[in-house]
């Protein structure tokens, strides 16, 4: 494979992007290939592709324009079919994605106020009807949040 020249740095803060030549490295296409292919995505979804161009210099010092992609679009961009449909089934794989994570965070929570009911109720004496009442709210909540999760993993 060959090797990629220095790019500019880009302003993306955390986001994670990968740019056209790095596919095009990636596949063993030729970057004008993959670059056509970009912009007949931005096309097809209605994405002003100019705000994904940006210029680098090539081996020879000459300004080319390579693209950066978010993770949603290099998949599409990649996994080939339809442009919309690459698309669609790429929106939902992402969403089931971070639905699994606010529900493992909301999971995270409730098994942390289990914890903490615990151990409140053996340093304090609470009284035994008191945590049952706060064991039963914890348990039947945590169990409810593992079957929404279940779900989700499932579809």
């Known amino acids: 494979m060959k ?27 030729r970057h004008a290939d993959v670059s056509r292919d970009i912009r007949v995505m931005f096309d097809d979804l209605q994405i002003d592709v100019s705000k994904s161009a940006h210029i680098y210099l090539d081996a020879l010092n000459r300004q080319q324009t390579e693209y950066l992609l978010d993770q949603e679009l290099t998949f599409t961009l990649v996994t080939g079919y339809s442009t ?5 089934v790429i929106r939902r794989w992402l969403d089931l994605e971070h639905q699994v ?11 942390a106020k289990e914890n903490f009911d615990k151990s409140i109720g053996s340093l304090h004496g609470k009284g035994l009807a008191e945590r049952k ?5 914890n348990t039947t909540t945590i169990d409810g949040i593992l079957r929404k999760m279940q779900l989700k993993l499932e579809v």
């Open 3 to 29: 090797e990629l020249t220095q790019t500019t740095n880009w302003n993306v803060g955390s986001m994670a992007q990968m740019t056209s030549r790095e596919i095009a490295d990636l596949t063993g296409k």
């Open 84 to 88: 919309k449909l690459r698309n669609a």
């Open 101 to 111: 994570v606010s529900l493992q965070n909301e999971l995270n929570k409730w098994c």
């Open 133 to 137: 009442k706060t064991k039963h709210l």
